[in-house]
T-cell receptor
Framework: AQKVTQAQTEISVVEKEDVTLDCVYETRDTTYYLFWYKQPPSGELVFLIRRNSFDEQNEISGRYSWNFQKSTSSFNFTITASQVVDSAVYFCALTLSGAGSYQLTFGKGTKLSVIP | NAGVTQTPKFQVLKTGQSMTLQCAQDMNHNSMYWYRQDPGMGLRLIYYSASEGTTDKGEVPNGYNVSRLNKREFSLRLESAAPSQTSVYFC?????????????FGSGTQLSVL
């Protein structure tokens, strides 16, 4: 069985602070994919990143960066110089690879509030 | 650029009533999904349609039925609503029928069953 744990239920930071959202996953498979989705107050989930289990390179996209560490089964997300527009619920998710696999397992989400 | 469109956005039902949630995507995607989101929980898959003409159960299918009307449309039906089905429902689509595909979500339907 797969499991995704986002231990931080809610985080509040002051604008321009850096913040890291933690994601720890469990799977017995060696081939899998990890995702982060953002759910702003409008409600619609938006895809942020997908990473496969064979690619442990960290990724940076503007103020966003992701740290994937298989040794600790973690896929953490850092926002640098946070802005009010970053306020949202962020979900980490895990799925197995291959045809016929449709189960995307979501964590419970971390609500980030960026205070001006 | 409509993407994934869900209707209605809000709905209140009485226990035992039936209703259908509608979903349409204009991205020519093959696969479509219905998820539910409950407070303090992640999203859980109700049903999915890997391609036109096929539907399969997800993690929490009980009390629901689906219809893949055509490539664009995927509806979710509650035959006899129960308070436990109070939730926010999201429709999503992906280009290919693989779970590792990027999902595009609709804006959600907030359903309350009294």
């Amino acid at each position: 069985a797969q499991k995704v744990t986002q231990a931080q239920t809610e985080i509040s930071v002051v604008e321009k602070e850096d913040v890291t959202l933690d994601c720890v996953y469990e799977t017995r498979d060696t081939t899998y994919y990890l995702f982060w989705y953002k759910q702003p107050p409008s409600g619609e989930l938006v895809f942020l990143i997908r990473r496969n289990s064979f690619d442990e390179q960290n990724e940076i996209s503007g103020r966003y960066s992701w740290n994937f560490q298989k040794s600790t089964s973690s896929f953490n997300f850092t926002i640098t110089a946070s802005q009010v527009v970053d306020s949202a619920v962020y979900f980490c998710a895990l799925t197995l690879s291959g045809a016929g696999s449709y189960q995307l397992t979501f964590g419970k989400g971390t609500k980030l509030s960026v205070i001006p | 650029n409509a993407g994934v469109t869900q209707t209605p956005k809000f709905q209140v039902l009485k226990t035992g009533q039936s209703m259908t949630l509608q979903c349409a995507q204009d991205m020519n995607h093959n696969s479509m999904y219905w998820y539910r989101q409950d407070p303090g929980m992640g999203l859980r898959l109700i049903y999915y349609s890997a391609s036109e003409g096929t539907t399969d159960k997800g993690e929490v299918p009980n009390g629901y039925n689906v219809s893949r009307l055509n490539k664009r449309e995927f509806s979710l039906r509650l035959e006899s609503a129960a308070p436990s089905q109070t939730s926010v429902y999201f429709c999503a689509s992906s280009e290919r029928p693989l779970a590792n595909e990027k999902l595009f979500f609709g804006s959600g339907t907030q359903l309350s069953v009294l």
